[in-house]
């Protein structure tokens, strides 16, 4: 089995100030060596720009950085462009996602699902792009079914996807039952866990709703019992975010993707705890 590949996930900044704070950040979190950072990509086309420069922002530092991507909303021709200039760039990691419609723009645009994207990235670019995508070991809140989830995330696979990396979870169960079902199904791409650290229990309940990841109910409980005391939510969070890590790499978790929310404290200590 290889060494477990560890990432980080930033959202473009939208300040100078935002900018500013997510350098310290980097520079924090480089000392850990990952293998890539990664910066998102806002559905519709929202940060192309803010996406790109801190990508290059980050290799030119010296380090491996991929965009997201994001089809719904876009054109093939708008997609190609993007593509062409992150190839021009140099870039040849991305991850590849549908995206969400924003509220107020109508138009779905020439990609429905991100299956398509992956496909099209491969007609246009060959093998130039390592290409990860998103999986959802609680499966997607859209899904038809988790049959439908599974079957159409085997799709996205076999259009020529080479990772993935999952949603959010506070589960280990779930993901481990998610790797087995397609695995069964014929994927064999490694499937990354994507690490959210507990830092604010209300913003994090908010969240978890829309995007479908379930907070268990001893959790949400006992982060709901330390009311406004902060200082605990984050201690018990770090402690559970943990064990969940360590967990998911003691039982063959190929890696870890951490959100960071483009703050370096919480994902440090989780990660000098774990000893990587
Ligand atoms: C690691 C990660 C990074 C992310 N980064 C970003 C980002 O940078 N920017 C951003 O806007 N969003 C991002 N997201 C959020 C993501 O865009 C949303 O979760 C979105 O709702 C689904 O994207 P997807 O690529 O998984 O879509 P898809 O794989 O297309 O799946 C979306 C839904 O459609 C269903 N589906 C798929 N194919 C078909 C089909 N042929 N027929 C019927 N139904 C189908 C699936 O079952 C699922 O319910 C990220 C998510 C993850 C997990």
Not at 61 to 82: D, M, Q, T, V
């Amino acid at each position: 089995m290889s060494a477990p590949t560890f990432s980080f996930e930033f959202f473009p900044p939208k300040t100078p100030e935002g900018a500013e704070k997510l350098r310290v950040t980097r520079r924090q979190l480089a000392q850990f060596k990952p293998e890539f950072f990664s910066v998102t990509f806002g559905a519709g086309g929202t940060t192309q720009e803010g996406t790109l420069n801190a990508v290059l922002e980050i290799r030119q530092e010296g380090f491996a950085a991929a965009p997201h991507l994001s089809c719904i909303g876009s054109s093939r021709a708008n997609i190609a462009e993007i593509l062409q200039r992150y190839r021009d760039h140099g870039i040849r990691h991305i991850v590849a996602l549908r995206g969400d419609i924003p509220s107020g723009m109508g138009d779905v645009g020439e990609f429905r699902y991100a299956n398509e994207l992956v496909a099209f990235i491969r007609e246009t670019h060959g093998d130039w792009f390592h290409i990860e995508v998103a999986a959802y070991p609680e499966y997607h809140p859209q899904a038809q079914s988790a049959e439908a989830d599974l079957r159409n995330f085997v799709n996205k696979v076999n259009a020529g996807a080479n990772s993935a990396i999952t949603q959010y979870f506070f589960n280990a169960d779930a993901y481990f039952h998610f790797v087995d079902a397609v695995q069964a199904r014929g994927v064999n791409i490694p499937i990354v866990p994507g690490i959210m650290p507990i830092q604010n229990f209300n913003q994090l309940a908010r969240f978890s709703d829309m995007c479908g990841a379930e907070i268990p109910r001893w959790l949400k409980l006992r982060l709901a019992s330390f009311g406004d005391d902060s200082a605990s939510i984050r201690a018990f969070g770090l402690d559970f975010v943990t064990e969940l890590s360590d967990r998911l790499l003691q039982n063959g978790a190929p890696g870890l993707h951490f959100y960071t929310l483009n703050a370096a404290g919480a994902v440090s200590t989780v990660w000098q705890r774990l000893g990587l």
